[in-house]
């Protein structure tokens, strides 16, 4: 079921109000440019694939996202873009995508592990030989929800000119590895305030590295925030996953290994 955040046609049209571009939106832009063919999974507004279509990317850029409103603000914006409504178990590709992306912690989205296997399988699908799959999750340890609280407002103009203010609170700790919490806006628009409830699923590296192996994905290469700093488990505030297939995660691993033994054995362990 898509979030009433998502799914609002009014609400829809503020995301991009409330999250304005920032580094993370850069890193995968950089991503992006380099690929000829890019699917971009939860795309939303589709923010991301526009702007890559803007800086001049030529190639198929595909963008799939479950909620209709979204989707609506991205056909609008860029009707050049191959849009699509569903999921990548509703869509197959085989071997289409050089990458596949999912941004904006979309990921924590899927709360049943059943959703969490099969869209890694579909991702794993759509990747050609030597794609890559990248995305990004909230490292549960950095604890960001205990910063989602009534007191920090955040207050932006609408299309209309007119202000609207949002805050959020949330669960003081997670339930397992989800955490709830309610989203509210507030303006001339509305007559109340408009109050959206939400659940967030919390994975930490080793449970992802799980569930990647079960789709046939392996990490290749794992950041802990948007410079590509390394992944600190217990203080680094994201999970950001580059996964390849499997065996060829494997076969660069023995390539590595390889090249490592012809060099100078002086600083083996």
């Given amino acids: 079921m898509v979030d009433r955040v998502f799914s609002d046609v009014e609400l829809a049209a503020l995301y991009e109000k ?14 992006v440019m380099a690929a000829e063919r890019v699917l971009d999974i939860g795309c939303g507004t589709g923010r991301l694939l526009r702007a890559a279509r803007a800086a001049g990317h030529r190639g198929r850029l595909t963008g799939i996202d479950p909620a209709a409103a979204m989707l609506v603000q991205a056909r609008q914006a860029e009707p050049g873009i191959e849009w699509m409504l569903g999921d990548v178990t509703t869509h197959l590709w085989e071997g289409a995508f050089d990458l596949v992306v999912m941004t904006g912690h979309a990921f924590q989205e899927l709360l049943g592990d059943e959703q969490v296997r099969a869209t890694l399988r579909g991702a794993f699908r759509a990747l050609a030989d030597g794609g890559r799959f990248v995305f990004e999750t909230r490292n549960p340890a950095a604890r960001a929800w205990e910063r989602w609280t009534p007191d920090r407002v955040y207050e932006f103009t609408d299309g209309d000119g007119e202000a609207v203010r949002v805050w959020y ?10 955490l709830s919490f309610t989203e509210t806006y507030a303006g001339a628009r509305w007559e109340r305030p408009q109050v959206c ?26 950041y802990g925030d948007w410079r590509r700093g390394p992944m600190a488990p217990a203080s680094s505030p994201e999970i950001i996953t580059v996964a390849t297939a499997a065996d060829q995660s494997s076969d660069a691993c023995s390539s590595s290994t390889l090249s490592a033994g012809s060099r100078t054995t002086s600083s083996s362990r």
């Fill in 169 to 178: 609170d949330a669960d003081p700790d997670p339930v397992g590895d989800r």
């Fill in 18 to 31: 409330l999250n304005p571009w920032g580094p993370g939106d850069d890193f995968y832009l950089e991503l």
């Fill in 197 to 222: 409830r939400g659940t967030l699923r919390f994975l930490d590296a080793d449970a992802l590295d799980g569930f990647l192996g079960g789709a046939g994905l392996a990490v290749a290469e794992r």
